[in-house]
């Protein structure tokens, strides 16, 4: 009877926190639309950071294709003038 009464305290006791603290770790819709306005806030700037470091990436790039492209028409300008020029 003692073991009985026990089980149903244990029992009682844990339904009566459980329902009572449940409160405590809900999320409500306004956390939710903060939670979403951060991740987008967060997604925007890391797609700023990564368009930057693109465009910085294409910059340099097209730098050493120009150059590139610069000397060998003057390398080509020279071989005309030498086969020119006895």
């Keep these: 009877m003692i073991r009985a009464i026990a089980t149903l305290a244990t029992i009682t006791f844990s339904a009566?926190?459980?329902?009572?603290?449940?409160?405590?770790?809900?999320?409500?819709?306004?956390?939710?639309?903060?939670?979403?306005?951060?991740?987008?806030?967060?997604?925007g700037k890391s797609t700023g950071r990564a368009a930057k470091k693109t465009g910085k990436a294409a910059k340099k790039t097209?730098?050493?294709?120009?150059?590139?492209?610069?000397?060998?028409t003057e390398e080509g300008a020279d071989a005309v003038r030498r086969k020119t020029n006895p």
């Design 62 to 72: 097209t730098k050493k294709v120009v150059n590139k492209s610069a000397e060998r």
């Design 16 to 43: 009566i926190l459980t329902i009572g603290l449940s409160p405590l770790f809900a999320q409500t819709a306004k956390d939710d639309m903060k939670g979403a306005k951060d991740d987008v806030k967060e997604a």
